[in-house]
């Protein structure tokens, strides 16, 4: 464990000198702004028009599964000094960081492609077709691709701050404001997964709500904290309960908005009336504050992730080229993934222009789905590589293992991707 106890010291001194200062802005609150996004929003509209409150559900669980998913990171780095990539790197055959490597560019590239799509969207929702959708979006990649070339890790937390304020805040009133009867009930509902294609749902909910790959930014989050040390971990659990608390009530909220403005079960939803209807319908109801109120907390939703991903998903892409190419020592791969590393710079700047083609689509509301289903795919894998790294690999402190629930949550995790996955394939041959 040498190389752990040399990368835990590096790290140590290099977060000293670089903390965010973040106040009650934690990682957890970052990393669940950054995967609440136009894909999460609009998930939850399909879901809240399309089954009404039998999927409210969905949203609990997707949640939670992240949590354990991340906790098992967290808990991983904190008590080796690695990041779960290099876990993977030494611990796993050299053709799944390969693998892995690409599925982070496919993965960039649909992320990108559906939060411009979604800033378009917005904006133009927000300006009442004032700003074209396409022009919304192309606007939206320049200043977040500037803003994030520029910024510090401080920089970044500022920006972030009034962004998660006002998405949260405007949601859950739009929610309170629409729909104050109780729907505890409607949390217990999972048999309706049975319906067809009500797994697929189920799948882009658990790969949309609270992010996929942006999980794995978490790490260096807790890095740029000067988190380090195991006896951390305490304080690591209370923040991602926040954080994906703060995702539940944000989902479910959207899901209550949806329901109420597509009042019939079923209802076909278009790529124009996704958003505007659901602002239109808080318009009749409360008048023009409530189309405003939500038009401003969905562009806050989705600019508060596109600059998150942008902001995040290089390092992990710098981490990748960084393995692959066995860059040692330790301190030099420390520094590929900083914000000013040329290698970070050029991650960013493929996300931004591989984002421009998509800012083009007819279909915005295809595209965002449709990169929640790729998202999914990458959960079920962290679940099992975390449970053959909690088996397989010598621990210096055994009591820094995974706990036995959560070694059970995540085979639950394998086992309900498994079992929705062969529900859908037989669904397709059905007539």
């Known amino acids: 464990m040498k190389f752990a106890r040399e990368l835990t010291v590096s790290n140590a001194n290099g977060a000293a000198a670089r903390r965010t200062r973040m106040g009650w802005l934690g990682p957890g609150l970052i990393m669940a702004a950054s995967g609440i996004g136009a894909s999460d929003v609009l998930t939850a509209t399909v879901g809240g028009a399309t089954y009404g409150l039998q999927r409210l559900w969905a949203v609990a669980l997707g949640a939670f599964f992240k949590y354990v998913l991340s906790e098992g990171m ?25 693998g892995f490597s690409g599925y982070v560019v496919l993965w960039s590239v649909a992320v990108s492609g559906a939060l411009i799509t979604g800033c378009g969207l917005a904006i133009e929702n927000l300006t009442a077709g004032a700003v074209p959708q396409t022009s919304g979006a192309l606007g939206h990649a320049v200043l977040a691709f500037g803003f994030v070339y520029a910024a510090r890790s401080r920089g970044f937390a500022t920006a972030m701050k009034p962004l998660i304020v006002v998405m949260f805040v405007s949601i859950v009133v739009c929610a309170a404001v629409t729909f104050p009867e109780p729907t505890a009930a409607a949390l217990v509902s999972p048999a309706t997964v049975f319906s067809r294609g009500g797994g697929a749902y189920v799948l882009s909910v658990i790969g949309g709500i609270g992010g996929s790959l942006t999980l794995l930014s978490y790490g260096y989050l807790l890095r740029d904290e000067g988190k380090v040390s195991a006896t951390e971990l305490p304080v690591v659990r209370r923040d991602l309960a926040l954080g994906y608390g703060f995702t539940t009530v944000f989902g479910i909220s959207v899901m209550l908005i949806a329901r109420r403005a597509f009042p019939e079960a079923g209802e076909t939803m278009t790529d124009d009336d996704a958003v505007s209807r659901m602002a239109g319908y808080l318009g009749e109801l409360i008048g023009p504050a409530g189309r405003w109120i939500y038009s401003v907390g969905f562009w806050a939703a989705v600019l508060a992730s ?19 190419r066995r860059i040692p020592p330790a301190a030099r791969r420390e520094a590929t993934v900083q914000m000013k590393s040329p290698v970070y710079r050029i991650a960013l700047a493929f996300m931004a222009l591989s984002s421009v083609p998509f800012a083009f689509t007819q279909r915005p509301l295809f595209v965002i789905v449709a990169f929640t289903v790729i998202g999914s795919l990458f959960i079920p894998f962290v679940a099992a590589t975390l449970l053959y790294l909690n088996f397989r690999v010598p621990f210096s402190d055994p009591s820094r293992r995974n706990r036995p629930i959560t070694n059970a949550v995540l085979v639950l995790v394998l086992v309900a991707f498994v079992a929705v996955g062969a529900l859908e394939i037989a669904a397709l041959g059905k007539p």
């Open 306 to 324: 596109l600059i998150g991903v942008w902001q995040g998903v290089p390092a992990i892409a710098a981490d990748c080229y960084s393995l692959l």
């Open 74 to 98: 967290a808990r991983w780095q904190l008590a080796t000094g690695t990041t779960i990539l290099e876990g993977w790197a030494r611990h796993l055959p050299r053709w799944i960081l390969v």
